[in-house]
C-alpha cells in the first residue's frame, strides 16, 4: 500500500489557482496553522482536521460516531419502498454483489478528498419524505449482476456510513484517498463481528478527481460531507460520474457546502448557491433538502459560519 503525503497548502492554491472564490467572500488565505494529531494527544473538534485536510485526525476525531441522518434518511425510504413492493407482489428488495464490468474502472490521483466535520447547524429545511486486506485497485465484484442493493461509499473514512450499510445487508463499493481510511475500517470491532459483511465490503483507495464510475451500478450513492473536498475545476466532471453510476430510481445522499461558509474562499473546495445545488438535482425527485447556516468557533477562536446542504434525492425513471 503506497502511502501519500497530505498537500502542503501552496501545492493546493497552485492547482486550484483557476478556479475563483464567490462574490463577497474573504480573499484567499490558508487554513488555521496547528500541528497534525499526534496520536494519544488530545482530540480537537473534527472540523478542525477538515480544515487542513488531516485526514488521520480527523478519522481519530470522528472514531465511533453514528451514520450521517442523510443516509439514515434514505435507507429509511428505500425500506418504505421495498416494504410496498412487497405488499403489492412487486420487486422485493435483495442483496446483490458489485459486478467488475459495471462497477467500474478507477483512476488514482494524487489529491486527497473527504469529508468535513461539524453537524451542528440550525436547520432552514423542506423535507419531502431520508481479515480482507485493502488493495489499490481491487477486488472479487463478482456475482449476479441483477441483484439490487449496491451501494457507493464515497469519502468513507473510518467506516461509519459503511458499517450502517453493511449491517442492513447492503454491499459495498467504499472509496477513499487516504489509505488510513482502510487501515481502519478493517479491523472495526463491529466489522468483524458482523457475518458476512466482509464478503460484501469492496474498497479502492482513490480521490475523487479523475475518478470513474462504471454506469448504472448502484442503487445508493452516499457522499457525506465529502464532495466539497473534490477540486473546484474537477467537481462537474465528478458530479456527472455519480449521476451516472446511479440506476433510474437509485438515490443520492449526502451534503454540497453553500457559498456562505467560510470555507468558500478556500480554493481546494467546492461550494454553491442553493440554485447552483437545484441545477445539479435537476433529473432528481428532491425527497430531503435542509439549508443549515450557523455561526461558530475553531478552537482557537477564529470566527466560522456553517452553510450547509443535506440532500436525499431519487434519479428520475429515465
Partial sequence: MTQRPLHPWDEIKRDA????????????????TTEPHAPGSPLKPA???????DWPGYFAAVAGTPARETLLKALELFERGAEADA?????????????????????????????SGDRSHQEQHTDR????????????????RSHQNRAIDLG????RDTLELLRRGWTVL???GHPEAFERLMIRPDLLALPGARER????????????LAR?????VNASFALPFCLPRHFEALWSQVVGALVAGGRFAGQFFGERDTWAALPDRSHHTRAEVERLLSGFEIEHFVEDEKDGQTVEGSAKHWHVFHVVARKRDR
Fill in 17 to 32: 489557482q483557476a478556479s475563483r472564490p464567490p462574490a463577497g467572500t474573504t480573499p484567499l488565505k490558508p487554513p488555521p
Fill in 47 to 53: 472540523f478542525v482536521y477538515a480544515a487542513q485536510r
Fill in 87 to 115: 405488499g403489492s407482489g412487486g420487486r422485493s428488495f435483495q442483496t446483490g454483489r458489485f459486478d467488475v464490468d459495471r462497477a467500474g474502472e478507477w483512476s488514482h490521483q494524487e489529491q486527497h478528498t473527504d469529508r
Fill in 129 to 144: 419524505s431520508e481479515d480482507r486486506p485493502h488493495q489499490e485497485q481491487h477486488t472479487d465484484r463478482s456475482g449476479d
Fill in 156 to 159: 468513507c473514512g473510518e467506516g
Fill in 174 to 176: 467504499a472509496i477513499d
Fill in 201 to 212: 465490503l469492496d474498497t479502492v483507495l482513490s480521490g475523487f478527481e479523475g475518478l470513474r
Fill in 216 to 220: 448504472d451500478s448502484a442503487e445508493l
